[in-house]
């Protein structure tokens, strides 16, 4: 037994010396010499909707000017379907190695869930938030001849005529639908929601006095408000829109405790190690100090925001709460 022992004894004292030395070689220095090493190749962006909107608009002119600064390139992917939810789990499902990075938007980081959808990851729980892409508000206007042309005109009449206006939107538990119906519990008044495919057949309709109002984006919209086709009575945000610097907000309207805004975050997997995160969220923090990227979000419509990795957080984990109030006050189900 005791040849056994020494036999056994110096195989034991190299495991136990291999551990140490891959314990070494893996603690501390290693999470910033990839951070230094990263990015060494391309860096692939996933936006959750079709080319053209406002979300792919924000991801693409953040991505060129980002690349720049991590000097690689920074590939857009335009991955959509189900409200947002098919590209974004892609992003939470993939290697938290820095490379596949999402924009997600208010619906599919804050509504999707507390509406009953089943997305196929937890937003709260499998997703890591690098930075805040920018923001838009919201137009509610009404058709030309509906006759309120403020927020107080607007109530009055709902008040006189319950459930007999109707308001449109981009579909059932849209941004658009759950901003009206939190706006109609704060001011005590029923309209009937039409859901509508899209913010431009939704136009169409408000123009064509098809619909007593609409929640609307506002990009491609001011100019039928400045043409006398629809009026405006607010927008939704906390400041008013450069493109409709006369229209008041919804808190200056009267509606005090109300604000609701089209936001995106830059998100990465679960993971992620938090150099690399950093060192993505520096880079996003550049493109938003950039004037090229000022000039072409006012040019949509959108407003630049900076936020680190933890004000992120902090920003997400306060909207989904928010929302997940709205959501079970006003009893929206998913459609």
């Given at each position: 037994?005791?040849?056994?022992?020494?036999?056994?004894?110096?195989?034991?004292?190299?495991?136990?010396?291999?551990?140490?030395?891959?314990?070494?070689?893996?603690?501390?220095?290693?999470?910033?010499?990839?951070?230094?090493?990263?990015?060494?190749?391309?860096?692939?962006?996933?936006?959750?909707?079709?080319?053209?909107?406002?979300?792919?608009?924000?991801?693409?002119?953040?991505?060129?000017?980002?690349?720049?600064?991590?000097?690689?390139?920074?590939?857009?992917d335009?991955?959509?379907?189900?409200?947002?939810?098919?590209?974004?789990?892609?992003?939470?499902?993939?290697?938290?190695?820095?490379?596949?990075?999402?924009?997600?938007?208010?619906?599919?980081?804050a509504?999707?869930?507390?509406?009953?959808?089943?997305?196929?990851?937890?937003?709260?729980?499998?997703?890591?938030?690098?930075?805040?892409?920018?923001?838009?508000?919201?137009?509610?206007?009404?058709?030309?001849?509906?006759?309120?042309?403020?927020?107080?005109?607007?109530?009055?009449?709902?008040?006189?005529?319950?459930?007999?206006?109707?308001?449109?939107?981009?579909?059932?538990?849209?941004?658009g639908?759950?901003?009206?119906?939190?706006?109609?519990?704060?001011?005590?008044?029923?309209?009937?929601?039409?859901?509508?495919?899209?913010?431009?057949?939704?136009?169409?309709?408000?123009?064509?006095?098809?619909?007593?109002?609409g929640?609307?984006?506002?990009?491609g919209?001011?100019?039928?408000?400045?043409?006398?086709?629809i009026?405006?009575?607010?927008?939704t945000?906390?400041?008013?829109?450069?493109e409709?610097?006369?229209?008041?907000?919804?808190?200056?309207?009267?509606?005090?405790?109300?604000a609701?805004?089209?936001?995106?975050?830059?998100?990465?997997?679960?993971?992620?190690?938090?150099?690399?995160?950093?060192?993505?969220?520096?880079?996003?923090?550049?493109?938003m100090?950039?004037?090229?990227?000022?000039?072409?979000?006012?040019?949509?419509?959108?407003?630049?925001?900076?936020?680190?990795?933890?004000?992120?957080?902090?920003?997400?984990?306060?909207?989904?709460?928010?929302?997940?109030?709205?959501?079970r006050?006003?009893?929206?189900?998913?459609?």
């Amino acid at each position: 037994m005791a040849s056994v022992s020494r036999l056994m004894r110096p195989t034991r004292l190299a495991c136990a010396a291999s551990a140490l030395a891959f314990v070494a070689a893996t603690a501390g220095p290693l999470p910033i010499a990839v951070a230094q090493d990263f990015p060494a190749k391309p860096i692939t962006l996933i936006i959750p909707f079709p080319a053209g909107g406002a979300t792919d608009i924000a991801g693409r002119v953040l991505a060129e000017r980002m690349a720049i600064s991590l000097k690689q390139a920074i590939v857009v992917d335009n991955r959509a379907g189900a409200a947002g939810a098919i590209g974004i789990k892609a992003v939470a499902t993939a290697a938290p190695d820095g490379y596949t990075l999402g924009v997600s938007g208010v619906g599919t980081t804050a509504l999707l869930e507390p509406l009953g959808r089943n997305l196929g990851f937890s937003p709260g729980n499998d997703l890591n938030y690098v930075g805040h892409m920018g923001s838009s508000a919201m137009l509610i206007a009404t058709k030309s001849d509906l006759g309120a042309k403020s927020m107080s005109e607007l109530i009055a009449l709902a008040r006189s005529k319950p459930e007999q206006l109707t308001y449109g939107t981009s579909g059932i538990g849209s941004p658009g639908h759950l901003a009206m119906e939190w706006l109609l519990l704060e001011a005590g008044i029923k309209i009937l929601h039409l859901p509508y495919r899209g913010n431009a057949p939704l136009l169409n309709d408000l123009v064509g006095k098809h619909a007593d109002l609409g929640v609307l984006t506002i990009p491609g919209t001011s100019d039928q408000v400045k043409a006398g086709n629809i009026v405006p009575i607010a927008v939704t945000g906390t400041a008013r829109s450069d493109e409709l610097p006369d229209v008041p907000t919804t808190r200056e309207a009267g509606i005090r405790d109300f604000a609701a805004e089209l936001w995106n975050v830059l998100v990465a997997p679960k993971g992620t190690p938090q150099p690399i995160v950093d060192k993505i969220s520096a880079a996003l923090a550049e493109a938003m100090k950039d004037p090229g990227v000022h000039a072409r979000f006012k040019a949509n419509g959108l407003v630049p925001e900076t936020m680190t990795p933890a004000e992120t957080r902090v920003f997400v984990d306060t909207e989904r709460a928010k929302w997940a109030d709205v959501v079970r006050k006003s009893g929206v189900k998913a459609d």
